[in-house]
């Protein structure tokens, strides 16, 4: 973990390999909120923290930029906790591993965190710092994110004075993000009930792994593999074949993440043993020619194992998970006509989970069009309503709409250029950052968000580019000493 500090900016990786020993899962940020307020403390810098760990840090303005307006630093301290199957970590109280290779960072088998721990550590390198020049900043480092941008949307923000707010949330260098979706969490409870099993049964359990998951918004353009989708047409197909029962089916973990593995366990004749086999065998096959340009690891397992339980789904409770699964909205919606190569609407098919009275599904829903949102949103109220199934809505966040006089983003353009001699690129993305709520607590707020080169965020391969971290930090200390010329833009 030393070899960490040996790398520049100094700071910077220090206040990241301490972030990267507190447990920060979302939802579980009490520990990561109250090191950030002993960081203000420490550094005599004033702070607020509101009853949902939302934390702002105040810091004047240098010598010669005290009168300049206020820049808003703004950053999530939650992160997605994934973890390969055969790693042992406990996310609620073990440290992350990191681990160095060659000029990037990774955690040890899971999710890194830098997504958006780099936000925070740049942020109290700055508030820390005696040297570096920059105008009035106020912090803001906001819990839940990743679950909703459930801290945003709660936070108070009449205490902030900014007029312009620089996110750290972004994942591509020299990219400027001026734009992005909006979006929804869904739960689906489809009302399930039991019957007996009877007869001479073998119970097997097939499981869908090897994918490569991702982000639902930055990856879903990519087309890989959805496990829960996967095993939905795997049930669809084997029902016109053989007579099954099913006792589970789980899969995914979180619902802003494309599922890499899913699990089913059911129960057929002794007869039907072979024609299973050969079903499976054959299934793969076709699921890896689908994939094989993009998720070529795909694997489906077939492993007999004992009973779990004399109780499975009964016919129409079978019936309705299936079609559940055929029908629910999954995968790019529709494509933006601007903007080339932009997902403009999707849906992501994060988690399936079995109760002993319900199957859960939960999908995440993402648009930068609001019209087009809702009808995703209809889409599923109409399937549950088809399938007695209970539908609820949460996390419904505004989108970032385009700001054509951006000062800032001139700014930000000018700056790079006389940085690196070269033009900065200008995008949109198809996930939620939280300016779309800032906006609409601060409607006068001119924001952009930038970030390092990030890889495979929330996938146990999430990893970061040490030399892009280094580059965009001197980017952002460029931006606040130059402040002084954004106003003659």
């Given at each position: 973990?030393?070899?960490?500090?040996?790398?520049?900016?100094?700071?910077?990786?220090?206040?990241?390999?301490?972030?990267?020993?507190?447990?920060?899962?979302?939802?579980?940020?009490?520990?990561?909120?109250?090191?950030?307020?002993?960081?203000?403390?420490?550094?005599?810098?004033?702070?607020?923290?509101?009853?949902?760990?939302?934390?702002?840090?105040?810091?004047?303005?240098?010598?010669?930029?005290?009168?300049?307006?206020?820049?808003?630093?703004?950053?999530?301290?939650?992160?997605?906790?994934?973890?390969?199957?055969?790693?042992?970590?406990?996310?609620?109280?073990?440290?992350?591993?990191?681990?160095?290779?060659?000029?990037?960072?990774?955690?040890?088998?899971?999710?890194?965190?830098?997504?958006?721990?780099?936000?925070?550590?740049?942020?109290?390198?700055?508030?820390?710092?005696?040297?570096?020049?920059?105008?009035?900043?106020?912090?803001?480092?906001?819990?839940?994110?990743?679950?909703?941008?459930?801290?945003?949307?709660?936070?108070?923000?009449?205490?902030?004075?900014?007029?312009?707010?620089?996110?750290?949330?972004?994942e591509e260098e020299g990219e400027l993000l001026v734009s992005c979706a909006g979006g929804a969490r869904t739960k689906m409870l489809l009302p399930v009930d039991y019957t007996a099993l009877h007869g001479n049964y073998l119970t097997y359990h097939i499981s869908v792994k090897g994918l490569k998951g991702g982000h639902s918004g930055m990856d879903i353009i990519k087309g890989r593999g959805n496990s829960n989708i996967i095993m939905g047409r795997i049930l669809n197909d084997l029902q016109g074949i053989m007579n099954f029962e099913i006792f589970s089916i789980n899969g995914g973990s979180k619902m802003n993440a494309i599922p890499r593995e899913c699990d089913l366990v059911i129960g057929i004749s002794p007869k039907d043993k072979e024609n299973l086999e050969f079903f499976v065998d054959k299934f793969e096959g076709n699921i890896k020619n689908e994939l094989r340009e993009k998720d070529d690891d795909v694997k489906i397992t077939l492993n007999e194992t004992s009973i779990i339980s004399d109780k499975v789904l009964n016919e129409d409770s079978k019936s309705r998970l299936i079609a559940a699964l055929m029908l629910i909205p999954n995968g790019v919606y529709t494509m933006s006509a601007s903007i080339e190569n932009l997902v403009e609407s999707s849906s992501n098919l994060g988690i399936v989970t079995t109760n002993s009275d319900h199957i859960l599904f939960e999908s995440a829903v993402r648009s930068s069009v609001n019209s087009l949102k809702k009808v995703i949103l209809q889409k599923q109220k109409n399937l549950a309503n088809l399938l007695w199934a209970e539908l609820t809505i949460d996390s419904d966040y505004p989108e970032w709409q385009y700001n054509p006089d951006s000062k800032l983003r001139t700014h930000f353009q000018n700056v790079y250029k006389k940085l690196t001699g070269k033009a900065a690129h200008i995008t949109a993305i198809h996930a939620g950052v939280e300016c779309g709520l800032f906006k609409e607590k601060m409607p006068n707020l001119d924001m952009i968000s930038i970030g390092p080169n990030m890889y495979d965020v929330h996938t146990p391969n999430e990893h970061i580019s040490i030399s892009s971290v280094e580059r965009t930090y001197e980017y952002l200390l460029a931006i606040l000493k130059d402040f002084k010329n954004i106003e003659s833009i």
């Open positions: 973990m030393d070899k960490i500090l040996n790398f520049k900016p100094h700071d910077v990786f220090a206040y990241f390999e301490e972030i990267s020993k507190i447990p920060r899962g979302s939802g579980n940020e009490q520990r990561i909120s109250d090191y950030l307020v002993d960081f203000a403390k420490s550094n005599n810098l004033s702070y607020i923290r509101d009853n949902y760990n939302n934390v702002i840090i105040k810091k004047n303005g240098t010598k010669g930029y005290e009168n300049l307006p206020t820049v808003i630093l703004q950053g999530h301290m939650d992160m997605v906790n994934e973890k390969n199957n055969d790693k042992v970590h406990d996310f609620e109280n073990d440290p992350l591993s990191l681990v160095i290779k060659g000029d990037m960072i990774f955690a040890d088998n899971t999710t890194l965190g830098a997504d958006n721990g780099i936000a925070l550590a740049m942020t109290m390198a700055i508030l820390s710092s005696d040297s570096i020049e920059h105008p009035p900043i106020e912090a803001v480092f906001t819990v839940e994110e990743e679950t909703g941008l459930v801290g945003a949307y709660k936070l108070d923000a009449s205490s902030l004075n900014g007029e312009y707010l620089i996110n750290l949330d972004s």
